[in-house]
C-alpha cells in the first residue's frame, strides 16, 4: 500500500507559470500575497506557502493557474500499481474534505475532474493514472459525476462562456484535482483559478504571434515600470502588452502596429485602441510617428518564426528598427525584446549602440524565444 503525506500547517500553493518566467513570477508573488514564503520551484512551478487562502492571489498577473497543494503519495510503476494510486489520492483527507466542503455548492449534479502529468519511467500514461484516481474517488463521493476526462473539454469550454467577462475568481463549475507524477512521488492539488483567469476573464482572442496576458505581465514587469514613462510597443500586435502595462500608472502607453486588421478602429490614419484603451497608430516599426528621445521604455515581442513568411526579411527590419528604436528612446532609456533570433537582434542593437544581455528563455508553443534587456546608452 503506498504511503501518503498529509497536508498540515499554513496553505501551500503551487503556481503555474510560463517555463522561463519562474523567477519574475516569484517576485510578483513575494509582492503581492503578504506573507507568502516560496518552498521550492520547477521548471514551470513555483509552491508558495502563504499564511491563508488570500483574495490577493487572484490579483497575480504572470502566473496561468493557482492549485492549493493537498498532499503527496507514493506512487508505483507498474500498470497494477495504478488502483493503489487511485486509493492513496482518495484518501488523502484534503481531497475528501474538499468534496464534502464543495458539495453544497453545487446543488444537484456536482461535477469533478482528475488531470495528470507525469515525468519519469512509468507503464501507464497520465490519462491512465487520471482515470485511476477518478474512478477511486467516486467510489466516496456518491452524487459526484466523474468528468474525467472524456468530457474535460466541454467542462472548460462551459466555464469560460458560463465566465464571460466576470472577473477572475476561485469559484468555478467543477471541482479539478491535479497530480503531477514526479518519478516514485504524486503531488496532488485543487486547482483554485478557472481557465479564464489567465486572460484576465476574457476568452481568448486568436492572433499569429500574439502572447498570453500573463506572459505579456512578465515582459512589462521587466521593464521595472515608472510612473514616469512614455512606454511604447512598436510591434504591439493585439495589443497584449500594452493592455498590461496600462494596469499601472505611467505618462503615455502608445503602441505601434502594421497590421491595421488587429486592432480594433485601427485604420490607415487612424488611431485604435488596445484590450486597455491604449492608443494604437497604424505605423511601421521601422518609421515610428514619434518624436526623437521621448521613450522611456520599450517592451515587444517582436516578429519572429512562423509570423514571418520571409526569413530573410528579419534582418533588415531588426536592423531599421534597432535603429528607429535609438532615434526614439530617451538616454538611459530600457528596452526588453523578444525573439528567437538572438543573433540577429544581438548584432542589430549593438550597431544602433545599445547594450544589453539575455535574462531568460521561455518555453512559447514549441518554440524557445529569450527575453532580452538593452539600455540606450
Ligand atoms: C509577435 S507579434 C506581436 C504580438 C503582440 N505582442 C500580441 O500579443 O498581440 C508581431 C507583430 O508585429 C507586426 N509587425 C510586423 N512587421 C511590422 C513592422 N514593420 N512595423 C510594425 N509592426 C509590424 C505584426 O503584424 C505582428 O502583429
Redesign the pocket.
Known amino acids: 500500500m503506498p504511503t501518503a503525506r498529509e497536508r498540515s500547517g499554513p496553505p501551500v500553493v503551487l503556481a503555474t507559470v510560463t517555463p522561463g518566467l519562474e523567477a519574475v513570477a516569484i517576485a510578483e508573488i513575494i509582492e503581492t500575497v503578504a506573507g507568502a514564503v516560496i518552498v521550492s520551484t520547477s521548471r514551470g512551478k513555483v509552491y508558495a506557502r502563504i499564511p491563508a487562502l488570500d483574495p490577493a492571489l487572484t490579483d497575480l498577473r504572470t502566473v496561468d493557474n493557482l492549485y492549493l497543494y493537498l498532499g503527496e503519495v507514493e506512487v508505483g510503476v507498474r500498470r497494477v500499481d495504478l488502483s493503489a494510486l487511485g486509493t492513496a489520492v482518495a484518501s488523502l483527507g484534503g481531497v475528501i474534505g474538499l468534496f464534502r466542503h464543495r458539495e453544497s455548492d453545487w446543488g444537484d449534479s456536482p461535477s469533478f475532474v482528475v488531470n495528470a502529468s507525469r515525468i519519469g519511467k512509468q507503464a501507464y500514461s497520465r490519462f491512465d493514472a487520471a482515470t485511476a484516481v477518478a474512478q477511486a474517488i467516486a467510489l466516496k463521493v456518491p452524487g459526484w459525476t466523474n468528468a474525467t476526462p472524456a468530457v474535460i473539454h466541454t467542462v472548460a469550454r462551459r466555464d469560460l462562456e458560463d465566465e464571460g467577462d466576470a472577473a477572475p475568481r476561485f469559484a468555478r463549475s467543477t471541482v479539478e484535482l491535479r497530480l503531477d507524477i514526479l518519478g516514485q512521488r504524486g503531488v496532488v492539488g485543487w486547482r483554485l483559478t478557472p481557465p479564464s483567469f489567465r486572460f484576465r476573464g476574457q476568452v481568448r482572442a486568436f ?1 499569429p ?3 498570453l496576458p500573463t506572459i ?1 505581465n512578465a515582459l512589462v514587469r521587466m521593464s521595472e515600470p515608472r510612473n514616469d514613462d512614455v512606454f511604447l ?9 500594452l493592455a498590461e502595462r496600462a494596469t499601472t500608472d505611467a505618462l503615455a502607453v502608445i503602441g ?4 491595421s486588421d ?1 486592432i480594433p478602429g485601427l485604420r490607415p490614419g487612424r488611431v485604435g485602441a488596445s484590450a486597455g484603451g491604449s492608443p494604437v497608430f497604424e ?4 518609421r515610428l510617428p514619434v518624436r526623437d528621445g521621448t521613450v522611456g521604455a520599450v517592451v ?5 518564426g512562423r ?1 514571418v513568411l520571409d526569413e530573410d526579411a528579419i534582418v533588415p ?1 531588426y536592423i531599421d ?1 534597432a535603429r528607429e528604436l535609438r532615434r526614439v528612446m530617451s538616454p538611459n532609456g530600457r528596452a526588453i525584446l523578444m525573439t528567437t533570433r538572438v543573433d540577429v537582434i544581438e548584432a542589430a542593437m549593438g550597431a544602433a549602440g545599445f547594450v544589453g544581455e539575455v535574462l531568460t528563455t521561455i518555453s512559447l508553443n514549441g518554440q524557445n524565444p529569450s527575453v532580452l534587456r538593452y539600455i540606450r546608452v
Open positions: 492572433a504571434g500574439s502572447i505579456a510597443d512598436p510591434f504591439a500586435g493585439t495589443g497584449t502588452i505601434t502596429e502594421i497590421d488587429l505605423a511601421d516599426a521601422r515587444s515581442n517582436l516578429p519572429f509570423q527590419l528598427a
